[in-house]
């Protein structure tokens, strides 16, 4: 496939997708209508993933992009093509009003995170502007580690959480000191990069040797607690930015074979975590490990009330219903657009204790500054433990309309196109580009169940645990 080829069909897929969205009746339920915006969602996938390893980066099947891009596909057409193939019905959609709309606006954002990948990728391997060397006492960040994690374990009951009590009971438990946890860890995988000056690993074991043992322990051990409790977004975040270090400092080239083994095993454990979470909290691990399992292998009828096409990312599919509310909420209860109020906060959000702050000092509602209390309380009422999330189409959408979901997956994947080009040829110039990438990368699976920019909301107080590394603690620099 040529790049003037696949520019063309990026064209054609672009106005056939406005033309779609002009024709639309949201009231009719149309298999056809339907086909055509699958049809041109599983061009425009499959044509990027052949793009990007024919033109771009060849033989680099992990990089962000693409879990970006498979992840949006998987949330925004599993149940769509179930609903084509006959798995679901109409009926099994929340709001089957609205399926119509909901997928053609789903189409315009891929449309856009295509254009943004495309118009940001870099060909070739660009020479970098030397940098200094930066040798960081890596003592002070372990020592955050541990002293996080410890007070993250007598900050929550332990044994609600890992017995799973807590999530079952929507209690949330990620809290401040895990959240600095999380902070110290991007910090010591950043610092890690930094220190490297370009130097690369040969293999797995000279990378694990370049850190603390300690320091990977407390990593190990956190998210094993977190995947026995049920939650498996930390772990997953944690691991993926581990994984994204090692690429960015070895050159050990991955095989797609072994991607393609690594995901099944992943997608397996995820899921596997998934359905021991919804097990009986009362019974020991080891009964509900053994539950899990046998309903894992037990009939389709026995795990699913309907039938799937893929049932290891079906949770991840059940995020759309974030979009058939929103959509709701604006086509047919006829609400305002928050002109950017959603956006608005969520970059304030960047800014430690500003979102306190606006909650508890000057007063504004939670539903107020985040679309995901907002469509939580649309949709399951005022004071509900946990929350419904939200998506990358579902918060631009509340903003801004079908422009603002184009506009917002435009950036997105302008911002993608230039990490993948970063870790391809481990072009990263800076501290501050390192931390930016590790927080985007290890969340690009997360992202369309998210907003595009939430995963930098920790970016400023990693960035501070260095300053106060490098300047207050004064530490050496080497050139």
């Known amino acids: 496939m040529t790049r003037t080829f696949f520019h063309s069909v990026v064209i054609t897929c672009f106005l056939l997708s406005v033309a779609l969205l002009f024709v639309l009746d949201n009231n009719v339920y149309s298999v056809s209508y339907l086909l055509a915006c699958f049809t041109i969602a599983t061009v425009l996938t499959c044509g990027y993933v052949f793009y990007h390893q024919k033109c771009l980066y060849k033989g680099y099947f992990y990089l962000p992009s693409i879990l970006l891009l498979v992840g949006y596909y998987l ?97 949330n438990t990620y809290n401040n000191f895990e959240l600095l946890f999380y902070v110290s860890t991007i910090a010591v995988l950043s610092s890690l990069i930094m220190n490297q000056n370009g130097k690369k690993f040969s293999s797995f074991r000279q990378f694990f040797k370049s850190n603390s043992i300690l320091s990977w322990l407390i990593t190990a051990l956190y998210c094993i607690i977190r995947m026995i409790s049920g939650d498996r977004g930390p772990s997953l975040f944690t691991l993926l930015a581990v994984f994204y270090t090692f690429v960015l400092t070895s050159n050990v080239k991955i095989k797609a074979f072994q991607v393609f083994v690594y995901s099944i095993i992943i997608l397996f454990v995820l899921n596997t975590v998934g359905i021991y979470r919804k097990t009986n909290p009362s019974l020991l691990f080891g009964e509900r490990v053994s539950s899990a399992f046998s309903e894992l292998f037990g009939s389709d009828e026995a795990r699913f009330s309907e039938k799937t096409i893929l049932p290891l990312t079906e949770e991840l599919a059940m995020s759309s219903i974030c979009n058939q509310v929103a ?83 435009l950036l997105g994947g302008v911002i993608f196109g230039r990490i993948d080009f970063q870790i391809a040829y481990a072009n990263v110039p800076s501290y501050v580009s390192v931390i930016f990438i590790l927080l985007m990368a290890s969340k690009a699976i997360y992202i369309p169940r998210s907003t595009v920019l939430g995963p930098l909301k920790v970016f400023i107080p990693v960035w501070v645990v260095y300053l106060f590394n490098m300047k207050v603690l004064n530490f050496k620099k080497t050139h």
Request: glycine share 8%; with cysteine; net charge neutral.
């Open 75 to 171: 949330l925004n057409y599993q149940y769509v093509l179930d609903l084509l193939i006959g798995f679901k019905s109409y009926d099994s959609f929340v709001y089957p009003m609205v399926v119509n709309r909901m997928t053609i606006v789903s189409t315009i954002g891929m449309v856009g995170l295509i254009c943004g990948l495309i118009v940001s990728q870099k060909q070739g391997a660009r020479a970098r502007a030397p940098r200094k060397s930066i040798v960081l006492n890596f003592d002070f960040l372990i020592i955050l580690q541990i002293l996080f994690f410890i007070l993250w374990i007598f900050s929550v009951d332990f044994y609600s959480l890992i017995s799973g009590r807590s999530y079952a009971g929507g209690i």
């Open 327 to 409: 959509i709701k909420i604006i086509d047919v209860d006829n609400q305002p657009f928050h002109k950017g109020r959603f956006l608005y906060y969520g970059i304030l959000q960047w800014v430690p204790f500003v979102p306190s702050y606006l909650m508890n000092v000057m007063g504004v509602p939670a539903i107020e500054t985040s679309s995901d209390y907002y469509l939580t309380n649309y949709y399951l009422g005022d004071y509900q433990r946990a929350q419904m999330g939200t998506s990358c189409v579902a918060d631009p959408y509340l903003d801004f309309g079908v422009i603002g979901v184009f506009l917002m997956m």
